[in-house]
């Protein structure tokens, strides 16, 4: 059980108490942070406090970090779409909407669920509630997954993933007329300080690049675009094309205050290629835009 004690300085004073632990320890969300002092898990000067404290010099906070409690992932017949498997691997495509893994508020309906259903079989390097999940796709982005049914197979591929070997395509619907039929973004990406629930383009933040290609112009106000990743950290494209002012359609996080309600970001993970972990052969799958996207794209089309 891992235990912190932090003594607040004077430069630190007056500041909120779930605003501080976070700042210190990024690992560390600030929900999570206000769920902990709500149970008793941080206290200051050895008494509990609400999550709206507000800290004075020389105050001495202990915070327990609470046991991670292992929970049975229920098997569900989802009615995954399986476009590839063998006694390996397996392909999925993922609907728009579905949560990858178990967490909390999504206990079912999660990709994992539905895995565990219709695959049995799958690696255990993450855990219980990760088993097989090598890499992911916010709950909105539909598409492609690579999933690994054994722990040789799993490593295989996160190091595939390190390397920058595997190939991930996606179809995005981005908010104005890009003039250039393509470019590259190479801009770092970390937790944004003022809102811990983004992620930013910041100096202190990691690599991160993204190709991108203009397949459309719709009207003068809309870009279909193509976006292959080189690196692969959380809200990648999301942040990269909002970044350079062409935030995506539908994003309720990093998109138009006006835009499309579409449920979400229109984004599609299309096209996945890799190198199979055990035979060494190249692969690559392509899975069409959703029903819903097409419609989108038609409507606009016309209008």
């Not at 995005?172 to 003039?179: E, R």
């Not at 205050?257 to 060494?280: E, S």
């Amino acid at each position: 059980m891992r235990t912190e004690r932090i003594i607040i300085t004077e430069d630190q004073k007056k500041q909120r108490l779930d605003k501080i632990i976070p700042a210190l320890f990024p690992e560390w969300s600030r929900t999570q942070v206000q769920d902990w002092i709500k149970e008793g898990h941080i206290v200051v000067n050895d008494v509990a406090v609400k999550t709206n404290y507000k800290v004075s010099e020389d105050d001495v906070v202990i915070i327990t970090e609470p046991e991670a409690v292992p929970l049975d992932v229920v098997a569900e017949d989802l009615n995954l779409e399986i476009v590839y498997e063998d006694e390996h691997i397996a392909v999925v495509n993922k609907p728009r909407g579905m949560v990858v893994h178990p967490s909390a508020g999504h206990y079912s309906g999660t990709l994992v669920n539905g895995l565990m259903y219709a695959i049995h079989d799958l690696s255990g390097i993450n855990g219980v509630l990760r088993p097989g999940i090598v890499h992911r796709l916010d709950k909105d982005t539909s598409g492609l997954l690579v999933v690994a049914k054994h722990d040789e197979a799993h490593v295989n591929l996160v190091n595939q993933l390190v390397e920058r070997t595997v190939k991930r395509q996606y179809v995005a619907l981005v908010h104005g007329h890009i003039p250039h039929p393509k470019g590259t973004i190479e801009a770092p990406i970390g937790r944004d300080t003022r809102d811990r629930q983004k992620m930013t383009v910041i100096g202190t933040g990691k690599e991160a690049t993204t190709h991108f290609t203009v397949l459309e112009h719709i009207g003068n106000h809309y870009t279909l675009v193509q976006c292959e990743l080189v690196t692969g950290r959380t809200h990648q494209i999301r942040v990269h094309m909002q970044y350079i002012g062409y935030p995506l359609v539908g994003d309720p996080k990093y998109g138009q205050k006006k835009t499309i309600d579409f449920g979400g970001q229109v984004l599609h993970a299309q096209t996945l290629g890799l190198t199979h972990p055990m035979t060494g052969e190249y692969m690559e799958w392509t899975a069409p835009l959703p029903a819903d996207y097409e419609q989108l794209l038609t409507e606009l089309r016309e209008s």
